[in-house]
């Protein structure tokens, strides 16, 4: 007599999900190459935020008129998103100027902007081990944008480089606390379509000369910043973290700050300086300390099915 195992299994395979994370990551870790080629070419860097988010909210506006029901949620979202893209325009402003690895190395303080946030606005207080892999990434950053590493006269775009991981800081925490009833993909749509409406002012107010690269082939960064920095790696990603899990994810997605620094090094010419190297070492050693089955990310949140 045999008998027949029920036992579900998940839909990709958990080495299928595992690259899949990686490549995603390391999707998102190729902004730099986009961007600057983008403001190289004249174009300011909210519009440069503005192509990177118009992808997705066009394509998955259909999913977020399906959940119109959910309007409080997706109200939420769309206030993240817009603190999100306006965030994001001094990444983009600092990638101008300074190193994409020292850039890179501030973008990744978002988790302690995170913690802070949830904190201070949900009363969810940071375990130990998150405030001992938040003091890692902090010194990362002290170390990476000290006057040794980075000329003084450009300590403000450093400053002004923060406003992006303090506005993905924030989107996190809307995407835990209030986002959870709705589809992964409806939460995608409204952070994208926040972004599209917060920058969408700048964007209109601006000359033509702005918006648009000097030479039309490099149409092709504003496809690839919008679709191989954000829509494809946060679909694969809605499908493969929660196959993988969150701690796993976590330290495989950690790839996207060397990526920063490949792209840095290898598109760019730039050296990568021994504090530089020491301050990725500090932000993976973060990563490392909260690996753990509780660990809460970005794309494990957009990826969990909503509650019932």
Request: hydrophobic share 55%.
């Amino acid at each position: 007599m045999t008998t027949t195992c029920t036992e579900s299994r998940p839909a990709v395979p958990h080495t299928v999900a595992t690259i899949g994370v990686l490549f995603a990551s390391i999707c998102f870790g190729l902004v730099p190459y986009f961007s600057r080629g983008l403001t190289e070419q004249g174009v300011a860097p909210y519009t440069v935020a503005f192509y990177r988010y118009i992808v997705a909210a066009v394509v998955l506006c259909p999913v977020l008129l399906a959940n119109r029901k959910a309007w409080r949620q997706i109200a939420w979202g769309l206030s993240a998103g817009a603190v999100m893209g306006l965030g994001w325009t001094g990444y983009v402003t600092a990638l101008e100027t300074l190193p994409a690895s020292t850039v890179g190395v501030l973008y990744m303080t978002y988790p302690v902007f995170t913690l802070v946030i949830a904190w201070a606005l949900f009363a969810d207080a940071p375990t130990r081990r998150a405030s001992i892999a938040s003091g890692l990434i902090v010194l990362a950053a002290l170390i990476a944008g000290s006057p040794a590493s980075v000329p003084i006269e450009h300590i403000p775009l450093l400053v002004m480089s923060l406003a992006a991981p303090f506005g993905f800081g924030f989107g996190i925490c809307v995407l835990v606390y209030k986002l959870s009833q709705i589809a992964p993909l409806a939460r995608i749509a409204s952070v994208s379509l926040g972004s599209v409406l917060g920058l969408a002012p700048l964007v209109l107010s601006s000359e033509v000369a702005e918006l648009l690269p000097r030479d039309r082939t490099d149409w092709l960064l504003i496809v690839g910043i919008g679709l191989v920095t954000a829509l494809v790696p946060q679909l694969i990603y809605t499908v493969c973290s929660p196959v993988i899990g969150a701690s796993q994810t976590a330290v495989v997605g950690s790839v996207e700050l060397p990526t920063m620094f490949a792209v840095g090094f290898l598109a760019f010419g730039e050296a990568i300086t021994a504090p530089q190297a020491i301050a990725c070492a500090l932000v993976l050693g973060a990563v490392a300390i909260t690996k753990s089955r509780k660990t809460r990310t970005v794309s494990t949140v957009l990826a969990k099915s909503p509650k019932q």
